[in-house]
């Protein structure tokens, strides 16, 4: 390849120990150095400006290339490289600090050959140490005018200060403390690298100090040498042992989990011994088949050449792209799940920021490759290296690698976005999560269970897995993403666990109890048409939770008698506009002729929380649960909670005839989301009945949803300004434990059966019972046959839920006598905990009629 680089020079200025007051000084300066020879005209150091301010132009290793915008190359009279030399460093971006400036006005090939040169240059830093302080100009311009090969590699040898240190993180270096090792060294001005025998790694890259492949137990020496080194290894010995902690408590919770994951749960127990996973119950059922891990399928990039001016801003965008992306994903994981879930994807962004790895990408550049294949080469052979090491956690760092090199592609070149492939099997879905429009496209028939990595049991993605009758398990751990595709398993939704190799004796025992499950479910099914009437006459009203119109007749065959919660976000959340008033009318009309009748309850734009619209472009908030969501939004944004309204009332006017029911069980009532206190109630209840009378619609039901402790407290005088309640036992778990149903860790003990969630019920029954209002429930656990036991008992009158499981609840109900349900309700209430709540459902089965398969 040398041969093929022109022999002409670009002229070299030089001007040794500069000192610019900032990043835009620099740059201006070394462009009056190139306007004085006449290399350039004097706008092309604006020229260099603008460039620096959609692309970073820092190289690595102290070096950065600023040059003009492409379409302005015709300021260039003559190539030529402008340097400043900058001892005391100049901060250039994101903390990095520039001590060479090149300044480049490129013509013909000028560029590639002085990046190429650059390239290789500063894998020598030896070479590049000297060059950021000799006061010889000929020194920098003979670098700048030979290909310089990289170092010949000597005996491994410690800078000036060390310590020594053998590795006690039971996982050894993987990417999460190494991460925060490159955080710290380079924070830190001298040079600090780690040496492990005759391997040396810059502490300060983190794809050298993984590919150290260092393990538990391994010795390493840690040395720095330049100003403040002394500071600087006191710096990171204390970063290094700080997080040994830490560390072993991470894996000693590993060990726990996975000693009470081998532990009898109540439902189908293997007799043998395989590898179990455990994950949070999402969806019942149990699925027995190969896995699949979901992975983008391999893209084919085809070399395409292309200047490197142009080449490197395509590159320079499709990081600063990802790097926001990643930011994005650590600062909500960090929100949802804690610092040390998020660090993943701030160790992802270190990895994308290598200099290791862009120095790769620019010299398969420079060597005449187009960015997408250079980045994907470069991605390609380090990944490489650190799977070649024989360590299952790097191995996973290549993974990491790969996964995000995947979407600094996609931003290079949205076409070689991959694209997720199913194989032609049934199979078990294994994923990091899924986006509820990424549930809902899944076929049953091809994917008969899932399990992902994050989510909670409340997630809407679990919601929707229940809808399609799909078992699934969520926050089964970073561990589900590293198991090998075509692996055999039994998921078992109930209780959330993934059994791997079972024995062909666990198979045969599984597909028993599903059997049996199925026959208990059968018969449930012939039932679904007669309604939740105890046996001693009392009745509770069934309905289902559904989006749109196109469900109805599932939710009625289903044993629906009618929807006690539609919920009108998906009409936001399935489309990238704002749905007009005519969208929305067509839709409750629709909802009303499908319904023939029985009643709906429409809840109002319930949007906030960890239901988002990027549509709307609602501002950031840190804690989005505690913010503007549901009725706070919708009396902040008239504009989107007035065509609503409008809609309803229109239909309500048009399709509501004079001899339809009257009250709480109307063909049509509206509910409000994220009630807090009566003065919202009052506000709301005025602006909706001036949209009435304006649209001549009669009488319609307003109600509200119990979602926070504050609103059940005060159930009793907020019935007064209502119609009727609904409780949201999802939200009012999660807002009176003070856990945030995201969180994977929080999940298990976010139990809606917690005796003062169960109290908090009781409270919105007795306050509605004064004013004698109807109290509603279309939380998940109005599915749960036993959950369902416990409202009836506690006084709620309507219960609504996935249409799946409203054949079993029925049928628990059926089995049951009201004076017991009342009993177990008043008895859980007095337990201590959820799991005592539970365990009534075992003591006292008999009398409460359960069905569980024997």
Known sequence: ????????????????????????????????????????????????????????????????????????????????????????????HDGQMAHLVVAIAAQSDTHIMVLRRLTRLIQDEARLEHLRVTRREADIVAALSQDTAPAA????????????????????????????????????????????????????SLIGLLQLGLHCGDAVTISAEGDDEAGALAKIRAAVTRLSAGEKAAARRAAEAAAEAAGPVAGWNPSDAPRILAGIGASPGLSIGPIHVLADAAVTVLDEPEPLTTGADRLHHALAATAGQLKALADDTERRLG????????????????????????????????????????????????????????????????????????QIDPALKGRHALPDRPCILIAPDLAPSDTAGLEPSRVIGLATAQGGPSSHSAILARTLGIPALVAGGPGLLDLVDGTPAILDGGTGRLYLDPSAADIASAEAWRDRLRQQAEAEARERTRPARTRDGHA?????????????????????????????????????????????????????????????????????????VAHLQLP???????????????????????????????????????????????????????????????????????????????YVPLGIMIEVPAAAIQADVLARHCDFFSIGTNDLTQYALAIDRQNTELAPEADSLHPAVLRLILMTCEGAARHKRFVGVCGGIAGDPFGACLLAGLGVHELSMTPRDLPGVKA?????????????????????????????????????GTGVAA
């Open 153 to 204: 590699a000597g005996p491994a040898a410690d800078l000036r200060q060390r310590f020594d240190w053998t590795v006690d993180y039971p996982t050894g270096l993987h990417a999460r403390p190494a991460a925060h090792w490159v955080e710290v060294a380079k924070s830190c001005s001298a040079r600090v690298q780690v040496r492990h025998g005759a391997q040396v790694a810059d502490a300060k």
């Open 339 to 410: 610092k040390a879930d998020a660090g993943i994807f701030r160790a992802q962004a270190e990895l994308i920021a290598d200099t290791d790895l862009i120095t790769l990408a620019c010299q398969l550049m420079v060597e005449g490759h187009g960015v997408a294949y250079a980045w994907h080469q470069a991605v390609d052979r380090l990944a490489g290296q650190l799977a070649a090491l024989g360590n299952p956690v790097l191995a996973g760092r290549a993974a990491d690698l790969r996964d995000v090199g995947r979407r600094v592609l996609a």
């Open 1 to 92: 390849m040398l041969a093929s680089i022109p022999t002409f020079a670009p002229r070299i200025l030089v001007r040794t120990g500069a000192a610019p007051s900032d990043k835009d000084a620099a740059i201006r300066e070394a462009a009056q150095l190139l306007t004085a020879a006449g290399c350039i005209d004097e706008a092309y150091g604006e020229s260099m400006l603008r460039r620096e301010s959609v692309a970073n132009t820092y190289l690595g290793h102290g070096v950065v290339i600023p040059h003009g915008m492409v379409d302005e190359r015709h300021l260039v009279r003559h190539s030529g490289l402008a340097v400043l030399q900058v001892p005391d460093g100049v901060l250039w």
């Open 540 to 612: 509770v009203a069934i309905g289902a939770n559904i989006n749109n119109p196109e469900q109805v007749p599932f939710a009625l065959d289903q044993g629906a008698e009618g929807v006690g919660l539609m919920r009108t976000e998906f009409l936001f959340l399935e489309r990238g506009d704002t749905p007009s008033e005519d969208d929305h009318n067509a839709t409750y009309v629709a909802m009303l002729k499908a319904l023939d009748g029985r009643p709906l309850i429409v809840r109002t734009l319930d949007i906030g929380g960890d239901k988002q």
């Open 620 to 698: 950031r908030e840190e804690n989005p649960f505690l913010g503007v969501r549901g009725a706070r939004l919708l009396l902040r944004r008239p504009d989107l909670m007035e065509p609503q309204l409008r809609a309803l009332y229109r239909a309500a006017r048009d399709h509501v005839g004079p001899g339809a029911p009257t009250g709480a069980h109307a063909p049509l009532s509206i509910m409000m989301p994220m009630i807090t206190s009566v003065p919202e109630v009052l506000r709301l209840r005025a602006i909706a009945e001036g949209i009435r009378a304006e649209i001549g619609a009669p």
């Open 812 to 848: 628990r109900l059926r089995g049951a006598d009201m004076s017991a349900l009342r009993a177990l309700a008043s008895q859980a209430c007095e337990q201590e905990d959820a799991a005592a709540v539970r365990a009534l459902d075992r003591e006292r089965a008999p009398e409460l």
